[in-house]
């Protein structure tokens, strides 16, 4: 069982950073067109939240035999924190402030709870207290590409649903839903289950829509936030 437990947080790691680096293509676009087009940058603020707090979640003192939590989602945050400089860059005035924004409340939240958990919790209170804290926003996360996934059905295009980056949203989500269940731990298990439904959603979508790669111009404009997907991962929580 602890073999298992390990070799599943290792694949979860693994494509827990695919998950991660699946936007740099994005920037890449974002960077040489200086425009962040209609692309949101609330995913990977809300990705930044979940990795910091799914990071916190997993030191020893916090959560025993989950240190693989805090490696990749330690990494994603630095990840995350690039994506979101950047897009803070290239947005709009309206967006930028918005983005900046959450930006702050997010960095404002992780310093409650590692303030709360370190002089105000001990023990098994504290891991319950961190575990939900990631949970809810591990489910926040995950559920951020549900705006995506409408458009994509409106449109008929998945332009903004890049295959890879949903395909590691489900591998991800799958390898630390089973590092969960073995390690018996919901906090991880519960949040990453769900990443590994939406993103076999993601999918079916995907080759539903596969071949319209771009919105026609006989469409309307597109007038809602394009999110992609989560830029997600956790994974772990982790994720992501």
């Known amino acids: ?23 740099v293509i994005t920037f890449k676009r974002i960077i040489v067109n200086k425009s962040t087009e209609k692309f949101s940058g609330i995913p990977y603020v ?7 707090l799914s990071a916190w979640y997993g030191l020893p003192f916090v959560s025993p035999h989950n240190l693989l939590v805090s490696t990749v989602n330690g990494t994603g945050a630095v990840i995350e924190i690039i994506y ?53 926003f591990s489910v926040i996360m995950y559920g951020s590409p549900l705006s995506i996934m409408r458009l994509v059905i409106k449109t008929k295009s998945v332009e903004f649903m890049p295959f890879f980056l949903s395909l590691f949203v489900f591998l991800c989500g ?49 007038d809602e ?5 989560g830029q997600w991962k956790n994974p772990s929580n982790e994720t992501i």
């Open 46 to 52: 809300m990705t930044l939240l979940n990795c910091l």
């Open 174 to 222: 799958t390898s630390w839903f089973i590092f969960g269940l073995l390690g018996r731990d919901p906090f991880i298990a519960v949040p990453n289950g769900l990443g590994s439904v939406l993103g076999a959603i993601q999918l079916i979508l995907y080759f539903i829509y596969r071949n319209n790669k771009g919105v026609t111009k006989k469409q309307p404009p597109i």
């Open 84 to 136: 979101v400089l950047i897009f803070i860059i290239f947005a709009p005035k309206k967006e930028k402030l918005k983005i900046f924004g959450l930006f702050t409340a997010v960095l404002s939240v992780f310093s409650i709870v590692v303030f709360v958990s370190l002089f105000a919790l001990h023990g098994t209170p504290r891991k319950v207290f961190c575990g939900f804290a990631a949970s809810i």
């Open 225 to 229: 936030e394009s999110m992609e997907n």
């Open 1 to 23: 069982m602890d073999i298992a437990h390990f070799l599943f947080g290792i694949f979860g790691n693994a494509s827990a950073l695919f998950l991660f680096l699946a936007p």
